[in-house]
């Protein structure tokens, strides 16, 4: 190992990891059920966008000469010979003197050099057919014509392989003509909270129990990341549970299995007792997060033991799991987005650690954002309750000894 005595770098530990990350299988989907997916081939416009030239205006279709002298003292009038709704699959012909009304996105005519809006004839919609007045000269030919393939042509990337398809993505894929879109599959993931205490949200505790929050933490961060759940459970400390759930996850097809405790140094840690040889625990320099473990079965499963306490089981979860769910699809950003802010208050950091403190980011000044722990306990590994609260990760190095007010801090966003 690397790193602040025995402690092993972030990076190291996160290389290790990528380097076993294998990546899915990919699926053809129609556009419809590919929210979400990440591309996994390059996505070309079929089309042109737009299809063809048409009107960017509510108003005439006309011919630049016939109307370029227009003006409130010598308007200019001319004939409607015929009426374009959108959709409409006609080209009338535009003589000398003549006009089309036409509406915004139908087809501008052949013939037509330019839109007059309503605003610019003297009785707009309301005297629209038959003969109209334009007092309103266009400026020049072509305008409010949006041209044929003034976007994209046919052929033209839409999108590189790698690209997280949401709802712009994919609406700009049905624009240019595509049905269907060639995307990774889902990595499928089991997510396993172990300990005896451990207790379902809202039964009666006793005491040494606790409720049980990780699974639903760790089952939501899993499918933000892209990934199916194929099994959400809770084992116990001692007994065969733990390598009943990893025989039932390898059964499901699961890519990934995620823990959450077991990994430290107590007497009960069914992780590091049960998986100690297909999985490596280390010492991270990191905080919260330390203890990690990691692995790859025989078959391919990645197995990450991240720490129980649920602040530390997030973090880790974003350093290391997001980024190979995200390499398993391909994913061209394996990283959140980060920003750099002012620190609001000051806040102690760990001894030779680097910080993941959960944040609330102040957006009162659009000018300036400032950054502050979510809780008053900082980075405790503990304090679930202040995940609520929680936006971002101020991320501090370690080699910092504290934040004082004022100081710029990496923050990493979580949406």
Do not use: C
């Not at 393939?149 to 003509?177: K, T």
């Not at 994913?331 to 987005?337: G, I, K």
């Not at 502050?372 to 202040?386: D, E, F, I, V």
């Amino acid at each position: 190992m690397t790193g602040t005595g025995s402690l092993r770098e972030v990076e190291e530990q996160l290389a290790l990891v990528l380097a076993r990350v294998r990546r899915v299988e990919t699926e053809r989907l129609p556009v419809s059920e590919a929210q979400g997916r990440t591309l996994a081939e390059p996505l070309r416009a079929a089309i042109d966008i737009p299809v063809f030239d048409n009107s960017g205006m509510d108003g005439f279709a006309v011919r630049f000469a016939d109307a370029r002298d227009a003006s409130p003292g010598h308007p200019v009038s001319l004939r409607v010979v015929a009426d374009l709704p959108a959709g409409s699959p006609l080209d009338p012909p535009i003589g000398p003197g003549e006009a089309v009304r036409i509406m915004t996105g139908s087809a501008v005519p052949t013939a037509a050099e330019a839109i007059v809006p309503f605003e610019d004839t003297a009785g707009g919609l309301a005297d629209s057919l038959g003969t109209i007045s334009v007092v309103g000269a266009p400026p020049a030919a072509g305008t409010h014509i949006r041209r044929r393939a003034d976007d994209l042509a046919a052929g033209d990337l839409v999108l590189e392989a790698g690209a997280q398809l949401g709802p712009l993505q994919l609406s700009s894929a049905a624009a240019g003509g595509v049905a269907e879109v060639v995307v990774a599959r889902r990595p499928r993931a089991a997510v396993v909270s172990t300990g005896a205490e451990l207790v379902p949200p809202g039964l009666p505790l006793t005491r040494g129990q606790i409720p049980e929050s990780n699974t639903e933490l760790l089952t939501g961060l899993a499918r933000g990341a892209g990934a199916e759940v194929v099994l959400r459970t809770t084992v116990d400390d001692e007994g065969d549970g733990l390598t009943t759930a990893v025989a039932e996850a390898s059964a499901l097809g699961a890519d990934v299995v995620v823990f959450s405790g077991g990994v430290s140094a107590g007497a009960y840690e069914v992780v590091k007792n049960t998986l100690a040889g297909t999985m490596e625990f280390a010492k991270v320099a990191m905080q919260p997060g330390k203890p990690q473990g990691f692995g790859v079965t025989a078959d391919g499963m990645l197995l990450f033991g991240l720490p129980g306490n649920p602040v530390s089981a997030a973090v880790s979860f974003e350093v290391f799991v997001r980024p190979a769910l995200l390499a398993m699809q391909g994913r061209a950003q394996l990283h959140r987005h980060m920003v750099r802010l002012p620190a609001a208050v000051p806040w102690r950091t760990p001894a030779g650690r680097r910080q993941y403190l959960p944040a609330a980011i102040d957006r009162s000044d659009p000018a300036r954002w400032t950054v502050r722990p979510a809780t008053a306990g900082g980075s405790g590994s503990h304090l679930a309750g202040g995940l609520a609260r929680a936006e971002a990760f101020a991320i501090v190095p370690a080699e910092v000894d504290a934040v004082a007010a004022g100081d710029a801090v990496d923050v990493m966003l979580l949406s």
